[in-house]
């Protein structure tokens, strides 16, 4: 008899030992290969890692299905919402989902329906302001990772109701295609070459499992979607998929920083140093706002966010379309999360130019061309 462990985590007596107590570990004719593949003991697939992966995940840990699940919300934000969408192109925005569950591995795959793990959905993806996005497998993540809204309709309306306002949590899409964002009259906007290289894509950089032993963690890589994790108690950067690309001869991270060793060409936030593109930019979000309640949007006679940086609701104030765009702008670079590595030129032109609209003092000069 064999003591297994369940996906719960609880001992268990294995029910093909109860059934057949004389069949040994090699006779798996009881279990039908394709089971076996993915379920027996000697899986072709790694089923098992994958998912310790997976359950250090935003899409496990997050918990959105719990409250998301209407008002077109679902779509995204639960595993019965997005699989109605993929097959039917919509969801019913007042349909609430009765059992709704976390995006997991049936949400993307459908191994029991096609026989492998092939993903339900790599058409190009169509973004908000009728962009197209294609880039392969891809364009999975970009039905769910890509702005909400556009600027056209947020900042026209010239007032902030809920701090939801803006694009949406989730413009990864966008911003590596460089669109979609607050552009300010008269300004040139271009983009880094992330926009342009086809192999630049998010399964490569965030899919890609690092390399040896010391790195190899289930929070880093793989279905974990991170890039940045904790190995021995030091903060770690997964390179492998800058590298495996060849888009990179070379990819290191800033010693003891969550930072890619990515200089920046020049002083971007105006601190008088030349610092990485990811502190360089997160300088320029603490100009907008910071803890100590010294930012521009901050500070201003009619603040939207208070001395902590919290936001202050108001639904019925209206305001300058520079300081709309501003805000935008700064929430469209922060919840992109990459803090500028998607597309360095576009955040950076994105930021500086909202600094600059609220404060005319703002050194600009070196803003990327």
């Not at 040896?212 to 390179?239: C, D, W």
């Not at 888009?247 to 003891?256: A, D, F, L, N, P």
Request: with cysteine; proline share 5%.
């Amino acid at each position: 008899m064999t003591i297994t462990q369940s996906r719960s985590g609880f001992l268990g007596i294995c029910i093909i030992c109860l059934l057949f107590p004389g069949v040994s570990r090699s006779q798996t004719a009881i279990l039908p290969k394709a089971c076996v593949d993915c379920h027996g003991s000697e899986p072709k697939y790694p089923v098992r890692g994958v998912r310790s992966q997976y359950l250090t995940s935003g899409h496990r840990t997050l918990g959105n299905a719990s409250y998301a699940n209407s008002d077109d919300c679902q779509g995204c934000h639960t595993n019965e919402g997005f699989i109605e969408r993929v097959k039917t192109g919509k969801v019913d925005i007042k349909k609430f989902v009765r059992n709704p569950s976390e995006i997991g591995c049936f949400t993307c795959h459908a191994p029991h329906d096609t026989g492998n793990f092939s993903l339900r959905k790599t058409s190009a993806v169509t973004l908000a302001n009728a962009t197209t996005f294609d880039r392969g497998k891809s364009n999975l993540c970009a039905n769910c990772h890509m702005a909400r809204r556009t600027p056209k309709d947020e900042v026209k309306a010239r007032n902030i109701p809920t701090e939801s306002w803006g694009a949406h949590h989730g413009p990864q899409a966008d911003m590596l295609s460089g669109t979609n964002a607050y552009e300010y009259p008269g300004k040139k906007y271009s983009k880094s070459a992330h926009s342009l290289l086809p192999q630049a894509e998010c399964i490569t950089c965030h899919m890609t499992l690092p390399n040896g032993r010391y790195s190899l963690t289930p929070a880093i890589g793989g279905h974990s979607f991170k890039l940045e994790g904790e190995v021995h108690e030091q903060p770690t950067m997964n390179t492998a998929g800058c590298l495996s690309s060849g888009c990179h001869s070379e990819m290191k991270q800033v010693r003891g920083t969550p930072y890619f060793d990515r200089r920046a060409p020049a002083d971007y936030d105006g601190n008088g140093k030349v610092e990485t593109i990811q502190q360089e930019v997160q300088g320029l979000y603490e100009r907008l706002i910071n803890n100590k309640g010294t930012g521009l949007l901050q500070t201003r006679k009619e603040p939207i966010y208070d001395t902590k940086g919290n936001f202050i609701e108001d639904n019925k104030n209206q305001y300058p379309v520079e300081v709309v765009g501003a805000l935008y702008n700064y929430k469209f670079v922060k919840e992109d999360g990459s803090k500028g590595i998607h597309n360095s030129a576009y955040a950076v032109q994105l930021l500086m130019d909202a600094i600059k609209a609220l404060d005319k003092n703002f050194d600009d000069s070196k803003r990327p061309q």
